[in-house]
């Protein structure tokens, strides 16, 4: 694996930067009282997977970098939860897949994870 100039150059990490704005743009419909609710927890998981991916490419070596990248795992995971409850709560038409776009930065995450961990070896 080729190691990227930085995090901008990544693919996984400006794809995540869509959906945060794709996700903000989403949760301003929301009622005005889930602000600071679910509004505010859907926002926040779905800004920690590019900042933990920026972040990790920044650390020196690649065990913290793999570990940052389980965070962002763990925030998608969370945003599709959240996701989830907001559309039981009749907050999203349904008509919303986000889920598709989640699942494809968790692959795009998860083949990162393969690639730096087999040129650990």
Request: glycine share 6%; aromatic share 8%.
């Amino acid at each position: 694996m080729t190691t990227p100039r930085s995090h901008k150059d990544l693919d996984v990490w400006k794809q995540s930067i869509d959906l945060v704005k794709d996700i903000y743009i989403l949760t301003s419909q929301f009622p005005k009282e889930e602000t600071f609710g679910l509004t505010s927890q859907i926002k926040r998981a779905v800004v920690s997977v590019p900042a933990n991916i920026a972040e990790g490419a920044a650390r020196g070596h690649k065990n913290e970098y793999i570990q940052f990248l389980y965070i962002s795992l763990g925030s998608q995971s969370e945003l599709d939860t959240l996701l989830i409850i907001s559309e039981k709560l009749g907050y999203l038409s349904g008509q919303e897949d986000y889920s598709k776009k989640i699942n494809a930065i968790k692959q795009m995450l998860n083949g990162l994870i393969a690639s730096l961990k087999k040129t650990e070896k």
